[in-house]
């Protein structure tokens, strides 16, 4: 089992900052690690990723925006999200999938408006 704890979100203006943080109750240093997020009415979407090698992937919709990083000795990813958009407004979910688990945390929550 393993226990996924996120933090760092809330309300920020168009154009502003955040930073989310994940962090697993046990290494995951072999794994990628995930951001997903879910709008109201919408579908939970990956938002970026990071390979136990430390290559990233995003969605199209944040290329440019957000950063994903990790430190596996504090067993954290990190998620900076910067020029935040109204449609960045979501519930935003850190992820490990070891391949026979897939494992969530509670969610944060981050709203873009003015």
């Known amino acids: 089992q393993v226990q996924l704890v996120e933090s760092g979100g809330g309300l920020v203006q168009p154009g502003g900052s955040l930073r989310l943080s994940c962090t697993a109750s046990?290494?995951?240093?072999?794994?990628?690690m995930n951001w997903y997020r879910q709008a109201p009415g919408k579908q939970r979407e990956l938002v970026a990723g990071?390979?136990?090698?430390?290559?990233?992937y995003y969605t199209d919709a944040v290329k440019g925006r957000f950063t994903i990083s990790r430190d596996n000795a504090k067993n954290t990813v990190w998620l900076q999200m910067s020029s935040l958009k109204p449609e960045d407004t979501a519930v935003y979910f850190c992820?490990?999938?070891?391949?026979?688990?897939?494992?969530w945390g509670q969610g944060t929550e981050v709203t873009v408006s003015s």
């Open positions: 046990r290494s995951t240093t072999t794994y990628a």
């Open positions: 992820n490990l999938n070891t391949g026979a688990y897939n494992y």
């Open positions: 990071i390979f136990a090698t430390g290559t990233t």
